[in-house]
């Protein structure tokens, strides 16, 4: 299966993710895995599930946000998660 790279999140939360294909993101939070898909972003990638909202600036650095059902870009302020290691 696709390998999973830690993150570390400021506000104390580990997470996974992996990129099985482009326009796909597995994120393990909270003791599940959340599918995200790849959204249209002005900047680095976008994935949005359910629940989730993952944005990426390079390999080492992104955002985690909780996504409303109704929304296509979270409103919520976004935890920035630094990968380990």
Do not use: H
């Amino acid at each position: 299966g696709p390998a999973f790279a830690a993150f570390r999140c400021d506000d104390g939360r580990r997470v996974e993710v992996a990129y099985p294909d482009p326009a796909t993101a597995i994120l393990r939070i909270d003791g599940r895995e959340v599918a995200l898909r790849a959204a249209v972003a002005a900047s680095g990638a976008r994935y949005v599930g359910i629940g989730w909202q993952w944005w990426t600036r390079g390999t080492a650095e992104a955002s985690l946000a909780p996504l409303a059902a109704d929304q296509a870009v979270a409103s919520a302020t976004p935890v920035r998660c630094l990968a380990e290691g």
